[in-house]
Structure formats: C-alpha cells, structure tokens
C-alpha cells in the first residue's frame, strides 16, 4: 500500500526557475528519501533525511522534514532541463524492516 | 557503475507462459531484496520481501502462488510471473539493502504479456 501522497502530481515550470514537489506520509518513520527516475528507466537516489533532522542539502537540492506534520518537501534550484523526471519521495518506517513505501510522485517537466 | 542488476531488461512473452526476472547484488550480499511492480505513470508498489533462506513476505493483495519469489543465494533473487496475463504487464524493479541506509535499486524489467 502506499504511505502517503505528493503534490504536485505533476509541475511544469521554466528552466532557470525552482522546482518545490510536497510529500506527506501516514507513519512514524525512520528515514524519508528521494528518488529521481526518468521515463521507462531505473531510480536514481537523490538524497536520504533521517527522523531527527530538519533540512539537508545536496548541490541544488533542499529536502525539509516535518515530522510533526508527517511532511516533506524536495526544492530543486535553478531547473535545468536534464531535471525533467519523475520524483518519489519513499518511507523507511519503523516497523517495517529495510522496505521502502513511495509516494504517488510528481511530474516534473522543465520548459527551455 | 550498478551494484544491483537485473535480467533480462525487457521481455516479451505469450499469455499463460512464465517468466523468470534474476535481481542480482554484484558487490555486496543481500539477506533481503524487495520487488517492485509499477505501471505506466504511477508509483512503485511493493510486492513483496524475499529472505534468503526462508520464504518471501507478500503485500496485501499480492498473490504468492503467482509471483514466485526464490532467494537463492546472498546474491540472487528470482520473480517468477507464472501463467502470465496482459494485465501482469508492467515494470518489475528489485532493490537491495547494503546498509541500513543504503538501498539500491534494479534498473527494472519491462515485462510485456501479449
């Protein structure tokens, strides 16, 4: 079953501009991710935040958690078109051993 | 480079034959991998956790006597679509735990069922 949902379910914007995709979830969890997968292809991950932090940063990338609020949000700066994907946000909860519960995902589309 | 592979890439098989997809971790052993199956513009769904040495773990819904689920070694774990129907069509992905946190995925197999 699916933990929870994102939003937007699909973002279209101009490169240069941010890219902000949402993601709630339903558990406690032990660490939230994400994941970038290009139409047809395998996931690339993007970046791992753990329950006890509250932002982390990797290159143009900007992940928040709010556990209180059971929330995530992935900022992506200055899209470029390369950034055009599919993006999962995905749950390691609790109780649930090493497996990962994805989220609906967005659509991102970068318009050159 | 890939630590996680899986074959065959794509796969095209006629209704009621099976099909076997491997999932292999190429520089680390696995005790657990994970199946997934996602359709066309939608997210990934669990199936199910193969455990080596023991049997796999299926999702609500997921019916085991159809996915058969083999780890047969640290390394190696098969899914087995056994009679295969067009609405089984889909794209399986496997992922492999390292470490607590580190988990990486297949680059999926596109199974077509005419």
């Known amino acids: 079953s699916q933990q929870g949902e994102e939003d937007p379910q699909a973002l279209s914007i101009q490169e240069g501009e941010n890219a902000t995709m949402n993601c709630s979830y339903k558990?406690?969890?032990?660490?939230l991710q994400w994941y970038r997968q290009n139409s047809g292809r395998g996931l690339v991950h993007l970046i791992l935040i753990r329950s006890n932090e509250r932002e982390k940063h990797s290159g143009r990338l900007r992940v928040t958690l709010d556990t209180s609020k059971k929330s995530s949000s992935l900022l992506i700066t200055a899209s470029r078109a390369a950034d055009t994907a599919s993006y999962f946000c995905?749950?390691?909860?609790?109780?649930?051993?090493?497996?990962?519960?994805f989220g609906q995902g967005t659509r991102l589309t970068i318009n050159p | 480079g890939a630590v996680v592979s899986q074959h065959p890439s794509r796969v095209i098989c006629k209704s009621g034959t099976s099909v076997k997809i491997e999932c292999r971790s190429l520089?680390?052993?696995?005790?657990?991998m994970f199946w997934y199956r996602q359709f066309p513009k939608q997210s990934l769904m669990l199936m199910a956790t193969s455990n080596e040495g023991s049997k796999a773990t299926y999702e609500q819904g997921v019916e085991k006597d159809k996915f058969l689920i083999n780890h047969a070694s640290l390394t190696l774990s098969t899914l087995t679509v056994t009679s295969a129907h067009p609405e089984d069509s889909s794209f399986y992905i496997c992922?492999?735990?390292?470490?607590?946190?580190?988990?990486?995925f297949g680059p999926g197999t596109r199974l077509t069922v005419t």
């Open positions: 992922s492999a735990p390292r470490s607590s946190y580190e988990q990486y």
């Open positions: 520089d680390f052993q696995a005790t657990t």
């Open positions: 558990t406690s969890i032990n660490n």
């Open positions: 995905a749950t390691k909860i609790i109780q649930g051993a090493q497996k990962l519960v």
